[in-house]
DNA sequence: GCCCATAGTGTTAACGCTCACATCGGGTGT
DNA sequence: ACACCCGATGTGAGCGTTAACACTATGGGC
């Protein structure tokens, strides 16, 4: 994809403006780098001259000699899921208020070599730093194999790989779901997991544990989801057949999106036969029927500390750092004190 | 961001591979070129090189020297949102099947100077051409003002700006969506139409007048949303009020989640008494409650078709192409045969 | 009246790569 | 045996920018 058309004329550099100007190549530059020592009124002639010829500085040739791409790196996991499109938007956000560009690279399956594929992708654009949202262990699990020398962020990935990481706490945000469910006087809370091998998956479910333990809670068996909410409803089939069953705590919206529909179609209402807790706070969230309690997490904070984080590591301040983003309780009508 | 620590020894250059290879610069770049006349055995011998010094070829330099820089730009509204979402992932995809990088440049506002804004943040990188994802007519005017010479494709921005543009045609979208209702046998079809000044919502609007019209049936006045589900849940608790209303038809599925539930709020039955369609099928229709007769996009195709636009536009095959693509109706269980 | 600091500007050399061209052997045709 | 071609490689220039340094006025301190 050339320039369109063929034979226009090459578009101006800097010597072009320095000779309309009147001044040295240097003296543009060091305009554009607004470095003092330029007298104002040659600023100004030197400004117009840019103006004139539409000039538009090179940044390969920037790069090049100053080695300083600019340039984020991001990958990401199917980014259409509202879960890394929030992320993915967080830290572009963060990205491009700290002056950078960002640079994409998605892929369409977490495995070990689709992650280091999309890593050298970004590498062979020399971006300056890169944060991956691979929230899968065996994908987690590639990044320990990335040469160090390139600074790498983590997000969501759980602590699989010994790269420097933020994300949400996802066990003390299931652990208050759970908790919200029980003070409202349930015997015990269900849950409809994650898939294995998922750090969230896993952290949502050991924070529901934990709250049940605590509780003296007897502890149910829990069902497989796979995000999907086709897996919710599949799952909430055999919940309401269930008559004891009336709190259930699913690792995510959609499944609970699926699980209400289930109870509806079972002839079990919500809130007031059995209460549902999400995890997420997707958009719908608040128009489903009844609008779902869940628990929200705050994805811009988590671009900005991905960012931050990047920053410290390139300055060799943390070599390690992770950093846990608390989640909070949403609370709308699928959950009802039962007495 | 400088590189991780300071004084590592600086990365392998070209002449470094060259010298361990015993070989001229020039050969190694030949290797990397994949020319022909290159003896096997010497291109071996660079190859191994390069792995001993994990070479990774300086990318500002090539495009400094060739002029290319092999990067696409997208510029996107809310990348958070399904639809743009989606569009994002199917151009990146088509992108790097085509040998480009992607940059992104999202914008938190639609307007004309937010738009320019992220095009110049997006030049400044210099890339080879920007397929825009800015669904309004304000933002898409702002499209006409980028100085020609930029390769950009408009992505759903409907006939507002004079840019080449690929997008879904939501008038046979809507006119279907309509014509399937009217099919089952009600006498009119209720509207709730997306906010005034985007395309989409304008297209979608004129679709159902016309299988409206084309049926004779009486043409309702439309419900403003604002695409949101709140939105959909407002204007349906008065069109729940209405025993009159049979069918509606949603401009987007998250309004038509809103209706779903006020319908269900005043206790009409939903497809028994009101038949409901959205538009998008976003990934949660097929478990609203009932699943919901919607009409969806293959955003794949939309991103492939950009990016074909995107090249012909470069070679200059065809000046101002408009690609228009057809959705298909997906019926589910919010429609039912009134008969 | 001289010196030296300093503001303002210019000159030159990289940066790492590709392109165009030069070179150098050994076949092949006559 | 000579010219010629072609495969395989090397040499030198140049892409557009910034960094380092050099230079020229101007002005204040003594």
């Known amino acids: 994809m050339a320039r369109a058309r063929s034979s226009q004329p090459r578009s101006a550099v800097m010597t072009d403006v320095a000779r309309l100007a009147g001044v040295s190549h240097q003296t543009v530059s060091r305009v554009l780098n607004d470095h003092t020592k330029v007298r104002p009124e040659t600023r100004e002639r030197v400004l117009e001259a840019m103006r004139q010829l539409d000039y538009q500085p090179n940044s ?20 259409t899921l509202f879960g890394p499109a929030s992320m993915v938007y967080g830290i572009e956000q963060a990205a491009r208020a700290a002056g950078y560009f960002v640079s994409i690279a998605s892929i369409n399956a977490l495995g070990r070599r689709t992650v280091l594929d999309a890593i050298n992708r970004l590498r062979e654009q020399s971006v300056e730093g890169i944060v991956a949202i691979v929230p899968k262990d065996s994908a987690a699990e590639a990044l320990d194999a990335v040469p160090a020398g390139i600074s790498l962020v983590g997000v969501g990935i759980g602590h699989t790989s010994g790269v420097p990481m933020v994300g949400v706490d996802n066990t003390a945000g299931a652990a208050t779901a759970t908790r919200h469910l029980l003070a ?20 949502r479910r050991a924070g529901w544990r934990e709250a049940l333990a605590e509780a ?78 869940t628990v929200q997490q705050d994805f811009g904070e988590v671009g900005r500390r991905s960012m931050q984080l990047l920053v410290e590591l390139a300055t060799g301040d943390r070599p390690h750092g992770q950093i846990l983003l608390t989640p909070t309780l949403q609370v709308r009508d699928s959950t009802r004190d039962l007495r």
């Open 184 to 203: 409202l006087g349930h015997t015990t809370v269900h849950h409809i997991a994650g898939p294995a091998g998922w750090p969230e998956a896993r952290e």
């Open 216 to 293: 003296g809670a007897p502890e149910p068996e829990a069902l497989d989801g796979d995000w999907s909410s086709r897996s919710g409803y599949e799952a909430g089939r055999r919940l309401a057949a269930d008559r004891s069953v009336t709190a259930v705590f699913c690792a995510n919206d959609h499944m609970a999106l699926g699980l209400l529909r289930a109870l509806h179609e079972a002839g079990r209402r919500v809130p007031e036969e059995v209460s549902v807790v999400g995890f997420d706070d997707i958009p719908e969230a608040p128009f489903m029927i009844p609008p779902l309690t």
């Open 60 to 79: 390969a040739a920037r790069t090049l000699v100053t080695k300083r791409s600019n340039t984020l790196g991001i990958v990401t996991f199917d980014s």
